[in-house]
């Protein structure tokens, strides 16, 4: 039978070359990574950053012996509080900004007025280091501190005394949050593995609740609607439902060291129908930042930066992300500002406003209508019209032209030669295809066989080209066993692929051997 001669108006691609995986671009990664970031640097360890409760929602930034107010707007510096006598561990805005709350390690808790940074009181009552304080949500007149001698405390700050004292944790306190329902109830997180939840209104020391987390505390808050709460501690973040008696919900174990930072923010207005929605934003010393979608129960986003992070602040308008780490640099993030919101004016600054023109829609194009065919080429198809596009011309390589003609052995030839090992595979699979790759390699003089064993010696050990390339090494030392005992080039090739092939056997085994010994541990982890 005559082969038929069928003209290929297309390139030769290889069937065997593995496709890299990249990334899908989410509408929620795209969100995130709009947030346009820069460094503040020439600070000291960053422990806590909190953002204001109002407009334009500044932040306060706790580094050494030393609290710094940075605008929301350029992140550049507007005040430094430097009136403490150890490091600053905690900040914490009163719920309408006017007041500015923080805690060092000596075991202080100050408290300014935060335009004129005036130190309006001091409460000292614990015995070693505060890391914890803040301002109830729905209350003006309290604060609550915790400090590594286990004890939190509900203070009046008025009158500067402690109003209630709460003795449940059995080791460091290092974090907590009130509830955005119920200004008596907050929670805190100890490293004792426990979360504790109180009420103000009960007078004894006893929690109402108490979750266990499973490895010391870092941080704890509660979710928008006040019914669960997320707390952070090892390498997880883990969801509990307090409404259902403190059911863990879900672990999220994304990290790969300890989480030190957690906060709760809402997507923007500008990210379609779920601007309603919030995520927790994690950070942890592995140097990641982890957006976590608590409805889906699914990580959303992932960023790494260059150091170790041990706090993260989200401000409530959605503008503005900050990030601490360990090395004194925070990294300030801004939403990126689309023209058209700069152009909105607003509506109480005009004294009358045009209504806005209904959308029509366009009159139809009929064959009775003489602009009908009057169209040109920039006339845009509307739905319904059938386009008839011009196939775009495929341009071939010198190898796909000389496949078209079927002159195949000046095909294998050219693409040896090209040095492209895709290609080359590529040709060698249509060969295969047409059955005519063994007798491509019988014609080959020494010269072009040569080429071919070098490229054999280099490639036939790659995984994604070894399952063709070492059956075709071996076709190859047998039909052409004569001429590469008389030719020393030959010889030497072949030397060449023996020593590699003997040391991927070597590298094979060796793998084997570690699986051998690896199996059986993770066995009896797995128990």
Not at 212 to 222: C, K, L, R, T
Not at 308 to 331: A, H
Not at 450 to 458: D, G, M
Request: charged share 25%; proline share 5%; glycine share 6%.
């Amino acid at each position: 039978m005559e082969e038929a001669r069928v003209q290929r108006s297309f390139p030769v691609k290889p069937k065997l070359k593995s496709k890299a995986r990249t990334p899908k671009q989410t509408a929620e990664s795209k969100y995130w990574s709009s947030f346009k970031t820069q460094q503040i640097p020439d600070l000291i360890s960053v422990p806590s950053l909190t953002f204001s409760p109002t407009a334009p929602h500044s932040f306060a930034a706790a580094h050494s012996a030393s609290l710094t107010l940075f605008s929301a707007q350029t992140l550049a510096p507007t005040a430094t509080i430097s009136s403490f006598s150890d490091a600053v561990s905690c900040a914490s805005f009163r719920s309408d900004a006017l007041l500015l709350a923080a805690s060092d390690l000596s075991g202080l808790v100050q408290v300014f007025d935060a335009k004129s940074r005036t130190p309006l009181r001091r409460l000292r009552s614990h015995t070693r280091p505060c890391r914890f304080v803040h301002f109830p949500r729905l209350d003006k007149l309290h604060l609550i501190s915790a400090a590594d001698d286990a004890l939190v405390k509900l203070w009046d700050v008025a009158e500067e005394t402690p109003v209630a004292e709460f003795l449940g944790h059995k080791d460091y306190v290092r974090c907590g949050d009130s509830s955005p329902v119920n200004s008596d109830v907050f929670i805190t997180g100890s490293y004792d593995h426990v979360v504790k939840l109180w009420d103000a209104r009960v007078g004894d020391s006893k929690s109402s609740l108490q979750l266990n987390h499973a490895a010391p505390v870092e941080d704890v808050v509660f979710l928008p609607a006040g019914g669960m709460v997320a707390t952070a501690g090892g390498n997880s973040v883990k969801l509990w439902d307090l409404i259902g008696g403190g059911k863990l919900v879900y672990s999220m174990e994304s990290h790969n060291k300890t989480v030190t930072s957690i906060c709760v923010g809402r997507v923007g207005r500008d990210f379609g129908e779920e601007s309603n929605q919030f995520r927790i934003m994690s950070v942890g010393l592995d140097g990641y930042l982890k957006v976590f979608d608590y409805g889906a129960l699914k990580v959303t986003h992932s960023m790494r930066f260059p150091a170790p992070l041990l706090s993260v602040g989200y401000s409530p308008d959605c503008s503005t992300r900050v990030i601490g780490t360990s090395n004194g640099v925070i990294y300030a993030s801004k939403r990126r500002v689309k023209e058209i919101e700069k152009e909105k004016v607003s509506e109480s600054s005009l004294f009358w406003r045009v209504a806005p023109l209904e959308h029509t829609e366009k009159k139809v194009l009929r064959p009775s209508h003489f602009r009908y065919f009057r169209r040109g080429q920039g006339e845009k198809p509307s739905e319904g019209d059938y386009l008839v596009m011009r196939p775009k011309r495929v341009k071939l390589a010198e190898h796909d032209k000389l496949l078209n003609k079927f002159r195949h052995g000046e095909a294998l030839v050219s693409v040896l030669e090209s040095k492209n090992p895709g290609n080359v595979l590529a040709v060698m699979e249509e060969l295969v295809a047409r059955r005519k790759l063994l007798k491509c390699v019988s014609n080959l003089d020494v010269e072009k066989l040569e080429l071919l064993l070098a490229f054999l010696h280099r490639y036939c050990t790659t995984p994604r080209y070894s399952r063709l390339l070492m059956g075709l090494t071996k076709k190859v030392l047998e039909m052409r066993a004569d001429d590469i005992r008389g030719s020393q080039a030959l010889k030497n090739h072949v030397r060449n692929l023996k020593r590699s092939v003997e040391e991927e056997i070597r590298v094979q085994m060796s793998l084997q051997e570690i699986q051998g010994i690896i199996s059986p541990l993770l066995k009896i982890a797995g128990r």
